[in-house]
Protein backbone atom coordinates (compact mmCIF):
# COMPACT_ATOMS: atom_id res chain seq x y z
CA UNK A 1 0.00 0.00 0.00
CA UNK A 2 1.26 3.25 -0.53
CA UNK A 3 2.03 5.53 1.88
CA UNK A 4 -1.09 8.00 1.01
CA UNK A 5 -3.40 5.72 -0.24
CA UNK A 6 -5.81 9.05 -0.71
CA UNK A 7 -3.30 10.65 -2.42
CA UNK A 8 -0.27 13.35 -0.52
CA UNK A 9 -1.57 16.54 1.24
CA UNK A 10 -0.32 19.58 1.97
CA UNK A 11 2.73 19.35 4.36
CA UNK A 12 2.49 21.49 7.59
CA UNK A 13 6.64 21.34 7.85
CA UNK A 14 9.65 20.82 5.29
CA UNK A 15 12.36 19.32 5.51
CA UNK A 16 15.30 19.87 3.19
CA UNK A 17 18.50 17.87 2.61
CA UNK A 18 21.98 19.79 2.59
CA UNK A 19 24.27 18.44 0.42
CA UNK A 20 23.71 18.43 -3.66
CA UNK A 21 20.11 19.86 -2.36
CA UNK A 22 20.85 23.32 -0.59
CA UNK A 23 24.29 23.25 -1.31
CA UNK A 24 25.89 21.71 -3.91
CA UNK A 25 29.21 20.12 -3.71
CA UNK A 26 30.75 20.71 -6.98
CA UNK A 27 32.46 24.27 -5.58
CA UNK A 28 34.23 21.73 -3.56
CA UNK A 29 36.68 20.38 -6.26
CA UNK A 30 38.76 23.59 -5.67
CA UNK A 31 39.37 22.26 -1.88
CA UNK A 32 40.97 19.17 -3.55
CA UNK A 33 43.01 21.32 -5.63
CA UNK A 34 43.98 23.05 -2.20
CA UNK A 35 44.94 19.74 -0.68
CA UNK A 36 46.87 18.28 -3.80
CA UNK A 37 44.09 15.88 -5.15
CA UNK A 38 43.43 15.73 -8.04
CA UNK A 39 39.30 17.03 -8.57
CA UNK A 40 38.57 14.64 -11.21
CA UNK A 41 38.67 12.17 -7.90
CA UNK A 42 35.71 14.40 -6.07
CA UNK A 43 33.17 12.14 -8.30
CA UNK A 44 34.84 9.31 -7.45
CA UNK A 45 34.81 10.37 -3.67
CA UNK A 46 31.47 11.28 -3.60
CA UNK A 47 30.65 7.88 -4.68
CA UNK A 48 32.72 6.64 -2.46
CA UNK A 49 31.37 8.28 0.71
CA UNK A 50 27.74 7.24 -0.03
CA UNK A 51 28.64 3.38 -0.84
CA UNK A 52 30.46 3.48 2.63
CA UNK A 53 27.42 5.33 4.44
CA UNK A 54 24.40 3.15 2.81
CA UNK A 55 26.65 -0.29 3.73
CA UNK A 56 26.74 1.57 7.60
CA UNK A 57 23.27 2.25 7.47
CA UNK A 58 22.76 -1.24 6.99
CA UNK A 59 25.37 -2.83 8.86
CA UNK A 60 24.15 -0.31 12.05
CA UNK A 61 27.73 0.98 12.12
CA UNK A 62 28.85 3.53 14.64
CA UNK A 63 31.30 5.61 12.55
CA UNK A 64 30.64 9.37 12.33
CA UNK A 65 29.71 11.16 8.82
CA UNK A 66 32.99 12.91 9.15
CA UNK A 67 35.09 9.38 9.71
CA UNK A 68 33.48 8.21 6.21
CA UNK A 69 34.53 11.05 4.81
CA UNK A 70 37.86 11.00 5.70
CA UNK A 71 38.14 7.15 5.46
CA UNK A 72 36.98 7.79 1.59
CA UNK A 73 39.74 10.36 0.93
CA UNK A 74 42.39 7.92 2.24
CA UNK A 75 41.02 5.35 -0.16
CA UNK A 76 40.39 7.19 -3.39
CA UNK A 77 44.20 8.31 -2.81
CA UNK A 78 45.77 5.23 -1.81
CA UNK A 79 46.37 6.33 1.75
CA UNK A 80 48.60 9.39 0.23
CA UNK A 81 46.82 12.06 1.58
CA UNK A 82 48.06 13.90 4.85
CA UNK A 83 46.11 14.92 7.10
CA UNK A 84 46.30 18.24 7.09
CA UNK A 85 44.95 18.16 3.04
CA UNK A 86 42.25 15.66 4.63
CA UNK A 87 41.54 18.53 6.90
CA UNK A 88 41.04 21.25 3.87
CA UNK A 89 38.37 19.10 2.55
CA UNK A 90 36.46 18.39 5.33
CA UNK A 91 36.38 22.27 6.41
CA UNK A 92 34.98 23.00 2.82
CA UNK A 93 31.69 21.15 4.18
CA UNK A 94 30.95 23.65 6.46
CA UNK A 95 32.05 26.72 4.17
CA UNK A 96 29.69 25.87 0.83
CA UNK A 97 27.44 28.21 -1.16
CA UNK A 98 23.78 27.28 -1.19
CA UNK A 99 22.07 27.52 -4.54
CA UNK A 100 20.70 30.30 -6.01
CA UNK A 101 17.31 29.77 -5.10
CA UNK A 102 17.59 27.99 -1.60
CA UNK A 103 16.43 31.27 -0.04
CA UNK A 104 13.30 31.60 -2.45
CA UNK A 105 12.34 28.14 -1.95
CA UNK A 106 12.79 28.62 2.26
CA UNK A 107 11.01 31.78 2.28
CA UNK A 108 7.93 30.59 0.30
CA UNK A 109 7.61 27.99 2.72
CA UNK A 110 8.09 30.78 5.92
CA UNK A 111 5.73 33.01 4.03
CA UNK A 112 2.80 30.13 4.27
CA UNK A 113 3.18 29.63 7.37
CA UNK A 114 5.13 26.13 6.88
CA UNK A 115 7.69 25.15 9.44
CA UNK A 116 11.37 24.18 8.31
CA UNK A 117 14.31 22.39 9.44
CA UNK A 118 17.44 21.33 7.66
CA UNK A 119 18.42 17.36 7.90
CA UNK A 120 22.22 16.76 7.39
CA UNK A 121 24.52 13.76 7.46
CA UNK A 122 27.17 14.45 10.08
CA UNK A 123 27.01 16.52 13.53
CA UNK A 124 24.22 18.82 13.43
CA UNK A 125 26.25 21.35 14.78
CA UNK A 126 28.65 21.62 11.50
CA UNK A 127 24.96 21.58 9.18
CA UNK A 128 23.85 24.60 12.01
CA UNK A 129 27.11 26.21 11.14
CA UNK A 130 26.73 25.93 7.15
CA UNK A 131 23.34 27.21 7.51
CA UNK A 132 24.38 30.08 9.90
CA UNK A 133 27.26 31.20 7.63
CA UNK A 134 25.10 31.02 4.71
CA UNK A 135 22.14 32.69 5.82
CA UNK A 136 19.87 30.65 5.50
CA UNK A 137 17.43 30.46 8.52
CA UNK A 138 15.35 27.21 9.65
CA UNK A 139 13.84 25.95 12.81
CA UNK A 140 15.58 23.04 13.30
CA UNK A 141 19.04 21.11 12.51
CA UNK A 142 18.64 17.32 12.27
CA UNK A 143 21.67 16.04 12.05
CA UNK A 144 22.92 12.12 10.81
CA UNK A 145 25.44 11.27 13.66
CA UNK A 146 24.11 9.94 16.65
CA UNK A 147 20.34 8.63 15.55
CA UNK A 148 21.66 5.03 15.38
CA UNK A 149 21.10 4.87 11.81
CA UNK A 150 21.61 6.74 8.23
CA UNK A 151 19.51 7.42 6.07
CA UNK A 152 17.86 6.12 3.85
CA UNK A 153 16.95 3.84 6.74
CA UNK A 154 13.16 5.74 8.33
CA UNK A 155 15.19 6.73 11.99
CA UNK A 156 16.47 10.27 10.56
CA UNK A 157 13.71 11.04 8.71
CA UNK A 158 11.58 10.18 11.72
CA UNK A 159 13.81 12.45 13.93
CA UNK A 160 12.94 15.15 11.65
CA UNK A 161 9.03 14.58 12.52
CA UNK A 162 9.97 14.73 15.52
CA UNK A 163 11.95 18.19 15.68
CA UNK A 164 8.89 20.05 13.83
CA UNK A 165 6.46 18.50 16.63
CA UNK A 166 4.65 16.97 13.06
CA UNK A 167 3.87 13.07 12.27
CA UNK A 168 5.41 11.31 9.60
CA UNK A 169 2.73 12.16 6.88
CA UNK A 170 2.24 16.02 7.52
CA UNK A 171 6.15 16.03 6.99
CA UNK A 172 7.39 16.95 3.40
CA UNK A 173 10.92 16.38 2.76
CA UNK A 174 12.61 17.92 -0.67
CA UNK A 175 15.54 16.47 -2.04
CA UNK A 176 17.44 16.12 -5.00
CA UNK A 177 18.61 12.61 -4.38
CA UNK A 178 16.42 9.39 -5.80
CA UNK A 179 17.43 7.69 -2.93
CA UNK A 180 16.87 10.11 -0.46
CA UNK A 181 13.39 10.71 -1.83
CA UNK A 182 12.35 6.80 -1.58
CA UNK A 183 13.63 6.58 1.89
CA UNK A 184 11.57 9.62 3.13
CA UNK A 185 8.54 7.45 1.30
CA UNK A 186 9.28 4.45 3.24
CA UNK A 187 9.18 6.68 6.51
CA UNK A 188 5.84 7.77 5.46
CA UNK A 189 7.38 11.23 4.57
CA UNK A 190 5.17 13.22 1.80
CA UNK A 191 8.26 13.63 -1.03
CA UNK A 192 9.32 16.18 -3.03
CA UNK A 193 12.18 15.52 -5.42
CA UNK A 194 14.15 18.60 -7.88
CA UNK A 195 15.76 17.66 -10.39
CA UNK A 196 19.02 20.20 -10.70
CA UNK A 197 20.99 17.00 -9.74
CA UNK A 198 20.12 13.94 -11.41
CA UNK A 199 17.66 15.60 -14.30
CA UNK A 200 15.68 12.23 -14.40
CA UNK A 201 14.45 10.49 -11.41
CA UNK A 202 15.96 6.37 -10.92
CA UNK A 203 13.67 4.22 -12.58
CA UNK A 204 14.43 1.73 -9.55
CA UNK A 205 12.17 3.99 -6.85
CA UNK A 206 8.76 4.71 -7.29
CA UNK A 207 8.17 8.04 -7.91
CA UNK A 208 8.03 10.83 -5.91
CA UNK A 209 4.67 12.62 -5.13
CA UNK A 210 6.13 16.07 -6.19
CA UNK A 211 9.23 16.19 -9.11
CA UNK A 212 10.73 20.10 -9.83
CA UNK A 213 12.64 21.38 -12.13
CA UNK A 214 14.76 22.83 -9.07
CA UNK A 215 14.18 23.92 -5.43
CA UNK A 216 11.64 26.68 -5.62
CA UNK A 217 9.53 24.88 -8.09
CA UNK A 218 9.43 22.16 -5.53
CA UNK A 219 8.23 23.75 -2.70
CA UNK A 220 5.90 25.40 -4.60
CA UNK A 221 4.24 22.41 -6.22
CA UNK A 222 4.25 20.72 -2.30
CA UNK A 223 2.44 23.69 -1.02
CA UNK A 224 0.11 23.72 -3.71
CA UNK A 225 -1.09 19.98 -2.54
CA UNK A 226 -4.82 20.16 -1.03
CA UNK A 227 -4.98 21.29 2.23
CA UNK A 228 -5.30 18.04 5.07
CA UNK A 229 -8.67 16.57 5.29
CA UNK A 230 -9.47 18.40 1.91
CA UNK A 231 -7.43 15.91 -0.80
CA UNK A 232 -8.13 15.30 -4.31
CA UNK A 233 -8.98 11.41 -5.49
CA UNK A 234 -9.59 12.17 -8.74
CA UNK A 235 -7.46 12.94 -11.53
CA UNK A 236 -6.96 16.16 -11.95
CA UNK A 237 -3.52 16.64 -10.01
CA UNK A 238 -0.97 19.84 -10.73
CA UNK A 239 1.65 19.26 -13.32
CA UNK A 240 4.33 17.74 -11.99
CA UNK A 241 2.66 16.43 -8.83
CA UNK A 242 2.64 12.62 -8.81
Not at 124 to 142: I, M, N
Not at 183 to 201: C, D, I, P
Request: aromatic share 6%.
Amino acid sequence: MPPHPHGPARPAALVFDVLDTLFPLGPLEWRFREAGVPRVLMARWRDHLLRDAFALALLGGERTFEDVARGSLRDITGNQIAPAAEDVVIDGLTRLEPRREAATALAAARGRGVRTAALGHGDDGDTRLLLERSGLPVEAVVGGDGLGARRPSRGPYLAAARALDVPPERLGLVTAHGWDAAGGRGAGLVTGWSAHLEGRFPSVFERPDVEGRDLAETVELMLALPEWGGRESGGDRAAGVR
